[in-house]
């Protein structure tokens, strides 16, 4: 299939500029995302008489569910139990834009593709950056920990690890041995990760293991003794080096207190007040199995729980801190079969293609799982899939790797089309 150049380059930029500016414009995201959404629909209607522009929906039919599950389950609920709360599609109707966004970014060619890569290592190196020179009078603490002015420090800590370890990821179709293309991601990682140390998201950083086997598992680390004793020494030496930094120190002996003041009773903590709030949505839960209280009404459930002694006033909130008691609390069984199904959706396709030897593919395949991981991780302890920002660049780079796997495998089997 043929498009005009200039459709091509556009896309391609919107495609470096969207994760570019994550955590330093408010919008800025959005506004290449619905760029790039508002020519795939226009591709879309343009080819609607062409079979094969939507055979991608088919081939990836778990993806394809995955985006719709949630959105389509939300206006059923809304439709049974006869109430209206439109602000509840917005941030998840993201991921269904992600489908015809698909079906556009998989017929061009794959190099082009791969801006996305270079697209999260300006964000990490601009936010490394940002952390840098904005912090305040007395730098950043505890108290004033790392985020911007439309996020808070746990979404923004998160999504800068994300964009520091996927520039790493897509190093692997951008040659690795090249001395400046390595330094440039390096560089990446270390500005995000910088901004993520800053923000103190301690619950991020349990990916930061996991995107370490994964990334052996791509570069082929683990394969050879020698390989994986250097791999194993490097890991160690790192994390011994942030566990000795005063700032991660204090992070988890935080965690401890909370935790020894839960052992004997005190449950005014930040993890008390977690936990209890993930027990009364729980209870929430209970009482609403099939459907739950409504999406957008938790907070008003929480709230008359307290009304009736049942909770503490302090854990009403709009949300439940964790994308898994958020939707059984709001949405019942019905949410929890969807949450399985985006998080299947999200996930499969990339962990099929994780072994094959083409490069670029399993570059993409990696990069891929390690979006599929940190949203399903970083869900535990925050609700990612509600702050429009983040579920616009999930959506972006599920649809954009998932892309370069598809592309990548045509331009494979016909080496014409390259």
């Not at 930040?270 to 936990?275: A, E, K, T």
């Not at 979006?371 to 925050?382: A, D, E, K, P, Q």
């Amino acid at each position: 299939m043929i498009f005009a150049p200039s459709l091509i380059w556009l896309s391609t930029a919107l495609l470096f500029f969207a994760p570019a500016v994550n955590l330093v414009w408010r919008g800025g995201t959005g506004y290449g995302f619905f760029g790039l959404v508002a020519l795939s629909l226009g591709a879309a209607v343009a080819n609607k008489r062409t079979p094969d522009y939507f055979k991608g929906l088919r081939t990836y039919n778990w993806y394809t569910l995955g985006m719709l599950a949630f959105l389509v389950a939300i206006m059923f609920q809304q439709l049974v139990m006869h109430y209206w709360l439109p602000r509840q599609f917005d941030a998840l109707s993201r991921f269904t834009f992600a489908l015809p966004l698909f079906l556009l970014l998989r017929q061009f060619p794959s190099r082009n593709l791969r801006a996305i890569g270079w697209g999260c290592a300006a964000g990490a190196i601009a936010v490394g950056a940002w952390a840098l020179i904005a912090q305040p009078q007395g730098g950043w603490t505890d108290a004033s920990r790392a985020s911007n002015a439309y996020t808070n420090a746990i979404p923004f800590g998160d999504t800068a690890l994300l964009l520091a370890f996927l520039s790493v990821f897509t190093l692997g179709w951008d040659g690795p041995r090249d001395w400046r293309m390595l330094a440039v991601k390096l560089l990446a990682l270390v500005g995000g990760g910088y901004a993520s140390y800053l923000s103190g998201s301690r619950g991020g950083w349990i990916t930061i293991p996991i995107f370490a086997i994964l990334l052996g598992c791509q570069f082929h680390w683990f394969v050879h003794k020698k390989r994986l004793w250097v791999a194993a020494l490097a890991i160690v030496v790192c994390t011994a080096a942030l566990l000795s930094t005063e700032r991660v120190e204090r992070r988890l002996e935080d965690a401890t207190t909370d935790f020894s003041a839960l052992h004997h009773g005190d449950e005014n903590t930040s993890v008390g007040l977690r936990l209890q709030l993930w027990q009364a949505s729980f209870r929430l839960f209970t009482e609403h199995p099939v459907y739950g209280v409504g999406k957008g009404k938790l907070e008003r459930a929480l709230g008359d729980l307290a009304a009736h002694g049942q909770a503490r006033t302090e854990i009403v909130n709009e949300r439940a801190h964790s994308d898994f008691f958020s939707t059984i609390a709001e949405t019942g069984a019905i949410g929890a079969v969807c949450l399985l199904i985006f998080y299947f959706g999200l996930t499969v396709h990339f962990w099929r293609e994780r072994r094959n030897q083409d490069p670029t593919i399993r570059a993409a395949a990696y990069s891929g799982l390690a979006v599929s991981f940190s949203t399903i991780v970083f869900g535990l302890t925050i609700d990612v899939l509600v702050p429009v920002m983040v579920t616009s660049l999930l959506a972006l780079l599920s649809a954009a790797f998932l892309a370069v796997i598809d592309a990548r495998k045509r331009e494979l089997s016909h080496p014409a089309v390259r």
